[in-house]
């Protein structure tokens, strides 16, 4: 599998849960969780996208993981931002999804179809 499809796979399994972890952070948001687990995802499936192809260019464990938070990060603040509250709830878990991704994406060894033999 490819690094990119893996991090949109990886980043959008962790985005669901990304999103449930609101239960937990913000029990008050219990009514609106369908909408944000999707939201969630939606972002760790981007957030994974683009990490895979960062991973697919640069093969530094450090930078994946650096890439990796920044996007996350970067995908979590306008959600943040439009709520005008609940930053550390939106933006840690977001955060940790992209480090995680940035990690299993640089971990992940890609593997090349092979040529028939015969």
Known sequence: MNKPLFGLLLGGI???FD???????APETRPEIVGIVV???IKGVIAGMVIGFVARKLNSLLWGMVVGLLVGAALAFPIAYMQG????EIMLPGSLVGLIVGYATQRHVERR???AAG
């Open 14 to 16: 962790l985005g669901a």
């Open 19 to 25: 999103g449930l972890s609101a239960l937990v952070s």
């Open 39 to 41: 939201g969630s995802t």
């Open 85 to 88: 509250k609940y930053y550390l």
């Open 113 to 115: 179809a092979s040529p």
